[in-house]
């Protein structure tokens, strides 16, 4: 039976940490590890983590010795993880009881599968169920494929193997860390798209989604993009040409415009159907 683990990078979210663990804990399936990394939390985040998770050795807990990033951190984490497959969780979201159990199936009936993705629920800041995140769906993953504009989130698990195969993340990336992995695990194989709601996904003010830093991630997403074309050995996308150097974030979005509009989703949609 494949050994999942639960990869959590963490900073200053304590407050938010046991219905994390409690969704943990409470999964259907049972083989799992929880890797922790803390990127030198400022409050008393470690202190409530260590009580929650007490003597529980399927937990363990890591420190950076100073405060590194989002990039840098779950990239630590990588290094610590022992399971067949890997899933990143952030520690003030949470996972439905059988996301562990519907996400290793897929892996069982297909040997080339490299990751899975799902539907993940919106939820408010005390972890009610508002609404699905409306534009996750099934993907056709070819080298064109950008996540641009956003089909792929979370519940997102991946063989650790592969995960290796790859350069790993940026670890100087502080947004779109989760995209640059995506990007970089797609590059290897198949993935499979569960069609549940899988990941509970909170907003509250203190989120990097929320903050003021939204053309910071903008930029962020845009050389993940740029350097995935790069990878890829892409000269064109769309008859327009790929730049040697990322300059700005607009030059590399005009590129994949075209995968938004009508055509193109309906080329797209044919393609799942006939597959």
């Known amino acids: 039976m494949n050994k999942l683990s639960i990869l959590i990078a963490h900073y200053n979210n304590g407050k938010y940490f046991l219905e994390c663990y409690n969704s943990i804990i409470n999964q259907t399936y049972k083989n799992w590890e929880v890797i922790i990394v803390d990127d ?4 008393n985040s470690i202190k409530i983590i260590e009580k929650i998770i007490n003597k529980d050795d399927r937990f363990k807990l890591y420190k950076n010795s100073s405060n590194k990033g989002c990039g840098f951190t779950k990239k ?3 290094n610590y993880a022992t399971g067949e497959i890997c899933a990143y969780l952030d520690p003030d979201d949470a996972l439905f ?3 562990l159990e519907i996400s290793v199936k897929q892996y ?7 990751a899975t ?10 972890l009610r169920l508002q609404k699905t995140f409306s534009t996750a769906k099934k993907i056709v993953n070819d080298r064109y494929f950008f996540n641009c504009p956003i089909q792929l989130v979370h519940f997102f698990t991946f063989k650790r193997e592969v ?4 350069k790993g993340i940026d670890p100087n990336l502080k947004n779109a860390v989760d995209q640059d992995l995506y990007l970089k695990i797609l590059e290897f194989g198949k993935v499979s798209f569960i069609n549940e709601d899988l990941y509970k996904y909170r907003l509250h003010s203190t989120g990097i989604s929320q903050q003021s830093s939204k053309q910071s991630a903008k930029e962020s997403f845009a050389k993940v993009i740029h350097e995935a ?3 890829r050995r892409l000269k064109k996308i769309h008859y327009k040409d790929v730049p040697d150097q990322y300059t700005n974030a607009e030059e590399i ?3 994949v415009n075209y995968q938004t509009k009508p055509l193109f989703r309906i080329i797209n949609k044919l393609k799942l159907i006939f597959r």
């Open 108 to 114: 069982l009936s297909d040997n080339e599968l490299v």
């Open 253 to 255: 979005y005009k590129l």
């Open 229 to 231: 074309m790069k990878r």
């Open 97 to 99: 009881p059988i996301a």
């Open 117 to 126: 993705h799902s539907k993940m629920m919106m939820c408010d800041e005390n």
């Open 163 to 166: 995960y290796f195969k790859t």
């Open 40 to 43: 030198a939390s400022t409050d």
């Open 76 to 78: 630590e984490c990588m």
